[in-house]
Nanobody, 128 residues
Framework: QVQLVESGGGLVQPGGSLTLSCVIS??????????MGWFRQPPGKEREFVAA????????QYGDSMKGRITISRDSARNTAYLQMNTLKSEDTAVYYC???????????????????WGKGTLVTVSS
């Protein structure tokens, strides 16, 4: 199993931008093999899929909630995945979680209990 640590959350005004980072660590050679994804959980709501990128960065999928306003990427040399978020709205306020699994389909499949590894989350607050 791998470990995930998110960073980059904070307070941002509506219309602003923010980039989240997720560092993956674990047994040597193991981190490269994982699909990495982002989920979010707004206050009082269920956790929802935001975006995922496979191990070589060639396969990307976005959820419906933020599509068109976000870009996911990864830097394998730095063992880091990024989520760039633009034109943020108040309804984007949530805890954003990084997730990882060997199976791309597990991350994008909609079942959070099927995903092997999770970070602790980083809070994004969109407010004026």
């Amino acid at each position: 199993q791998v470990q995930l640590v998110e960073s980059g959350g904070g307070l941002v005004q509506p219309g602003g931008s923010l980039t989240l980072s997720c560092v993956i660590s674990g047994p040597s050679g193991n981190t490269y093999t994982h699909t990495m994804g982002w989920f979010r959980q707004p206050p009082g709501k269920e956790r929802e899929f935001v975006a995922a990128v496979n191990r070589d960065g060639r396969r990307i999928q976005y959820g419906d909630s933020m599509k068109g306003r976000i870009t996911i990427s990864r830097d394998s040399a730095r063992n880091t995945a990024y989520l760039q978020m633009n034109t943020l709205k108040s309804e984007d306020t949530a805890v954003y979680y990084c997730a990882a699994d060997l199976d791309f389909r597990a991350v994008v499949g909609g079942r959070t209990d099927a995903i092997a590894s999770w970070g602790k989350g980083t809070l994004v607050t969109v407010s004026s």
